[in-house]
């Protein structure tokens, strides 16, 4: 249906972000598998590495961040899988911070 060019064009749409596999579903009237198909080809392409993928916490947010603040984010996400081993996590921030338990919840 698509050539290879259109493929990984619409992969690397997703990859960067500009479409959301929904809006790219209904846009090229594809299944969310073929979508996934065309970003692990447009990951091929640009040699990326498995299992890395855009989102909030991307490399790419890192590599624009300071010594200091990486320093930082590090320590937190220290902090946080240290928290998790120890069976809880942290919701909210300062007064309104609540440790919840997590030892009930399924991690599968």
């Given at each position: 249906m698509y050539?290879?060019?259109?493929?990984?064009d619409i992969g690397k749409k997703i990859y960067d972000q500009e479409l959301s596999y929904?809006?790219?579903m209904k846009m090229f009237n594809v299944a969310r598998p073929t979508l996934v198909t065309y970003v692990n080809l447009y990951k091929a392409t640009i040699n990326a590495p498995k299992g890395l993928r855009p989102s909030s916490n991307s490399v790419r947010d890192?590599?624009?961040?300071?010594?200091?603040e990486l320093i930082y984010e590090?320590?937190?996400k220290d902090i946080e899988?240290?928290?998790l081993k120890k069976g809880?996590?942290?919701r909210g921030v300062g007064a309104k911070k609540v440790f919840v338990s997590i030892r009930?919840?399924?991690?599968k």
């Open positions: 050539t290879r060019e259109q493929r990984i929904k809006d790219a890192y590599l624009s961040l300071i010594k200091k590090l320590m937190n899988l240290e928290r809880y996590a942290v009930d919840v399924n991690m």
